[in-house]
């Protein structure tokens, strides 16, 4: 099992920044491919960017490309997302998520990813 705990959330003006954190647990040999989702009220699942263990392959949506940056620190199996320049849509719980079940060109089905976080909320005042 892996354990994923996120933090960083918080509120933040519209063209603001943020950034996230999750710090993976257990049997972090299940952590080559780490990420995020995250889910607006009333919405559902959105896939924002995944990351490779060495970080050389980074995956957006298009709807976070140019604004986030994923990043990871292996020595501290930890995993970050630089969010700016933030609007009201950003506004959800984003998951850590980590161990997709198949390859990259379907990160952005929720159903592939076998480990989620609690997930930490992100709020975005207009």
């Known amino acids: 099992q892996v354990q994923l705990v996120e933090s960083g959330g918080g509120l933040v003006q519209a063209g603001g920044s943020l950034r996230l954190s999750c710090a993976a647990s257990g049997r972090t040999r299940s952590t080559n491919v780490m990420g995020w989702f995250r889910q607006a009220p009333g919405k559902e699942r959105e896939f924002v960017a995944a990351?490779?263990?060495?970080?050389?392959?980074?995956y957006y949506s298009d709807s976070v490309k140019g604004r986030f940056t994923i990043s990871r620190d292996n020595a501290k199996n930890t995993i970050f997302l630089q969010m700016n320049s933030l609007i009201a849509e950003d506004t959800a719980a984003y998951y850590c998520?980590?161990?997709?079940?198949?390859?990259?060109?379907?990160?952005?089905?929720?159903?592939?990813?076998?480990?989620w976080g609690q997930g930490t909320r992100v709020t975005v005042s207009s």
């Open positions: 990351i490779s263990w060495s970080g050389a392959s980074t």
């Open positions: 998520i980590a161990d997709p079940a198949g390859p990259s060109q379907y990160y952005s089905d929720y159903r592939l990813w076998n480990f």
